[in-house]
């Protein structure tokens, strides 16, 4: 059994972006979704330091300091991409004009409640960012995270036990381990990787989990990870 990495994740979450939609990234995992657009598609990228129609990583030589997305990272622009405003950004956020927002998350739990913003460690300064606005402001919220912390701890849980960010927000989970809907039964896998049965998938998952009747084995490329 192989966990998804990091690419993998944002790969298998791209896939379920519809074409026309309107699209925020968030700091993590999801800032590598770009690159794993469907070619067939055209989607919308916006990310809350001011940018709306972002493209692919740049290649090494091509890198504009000046064009980053919101984990700081080099980023590009697909034709007719722009930048603005801070506040214009949160205007789009606020105003109900994303589709979704594909953000990474500490816990999120059987309700669906987000905790992405402050884990209570002193050591670390809390990141509120534009968390808050885009868990209410997005019409979808979609989270891609590991499955587990480092220390095999589960993140899926009962009740979030970090400050929330928002309640009863998120709809989909993308992990390392599966695809998991957020829906009024409870949480439901529709997907996991290979070798991976369902009592395994249970036992590093506090929540509880039901196995969707259309269950199906991710079937994800072999990606490298880079970042």
Excluded at 12 to 29: E, F, K, P, S, T
Aim: charged share 20%; net charge negative; with cysteine.
């Amino acid at each position: 059994m192989t966990p998804l990495n990091r690419n993998q994740i944002a790969w298998r979450a791209a896939q379920d972006i519809w074409d026309g939609a309107y699209v925020n990234l968030g700091v993590g995992i999801p800032s590598l979704i770009p690159d794993y657009i469907p070619k067939d598609r055209e989607v919308v990228l916006q990310a809350e330091v001011g940018i709306i129609g972002m493209g692919p990583t740049p290649k090494p030589d091509a890198v504009d300091p000046d064009i980053f997305n919101a984990s700081t990272q080099p980023t590009s622009f697909v034709p007719g991409g722009s930048t603005f405003d801070h506040t214009d950004s949160f205007l789009m956020i606020r105003g109900g004009h994303l589709d979704i927002a594909m953000l990474g998350a500490f816990e999120v739990s059987e309700k669906g409640d987000l905790a992405n913003w402050n884990t209570g460690d002193p050591a670390t300064a809390p990141s509120v960012g534009g968390a808050m606005d885009l868990a209410v402001g997005a019409k979808a919220i979609r989270v891609l995270m590991e499955h587990t912390t480092k220390d095999g701890k589960p993140r899926i849980l009962k009740q979030c036990r970090y400050p929330l960010t928002a309640a009863h927000c998120v709809k989909a989970i993308y992990t390392s381990l599966a695809v998991i809907d957020v829906t009024p039964r409870g949480l439901v896998v529709r997907e996991t990787i290979p070798d991976l049965d369902f009592a395994q998938l249970q036992a590093v998952t506090e929540a509880k989990l039901t196995l969707s009747p259309d269950w199906r084995v991710i079937e994800a490329p072999a990606i490298a990870v880079t970042v």
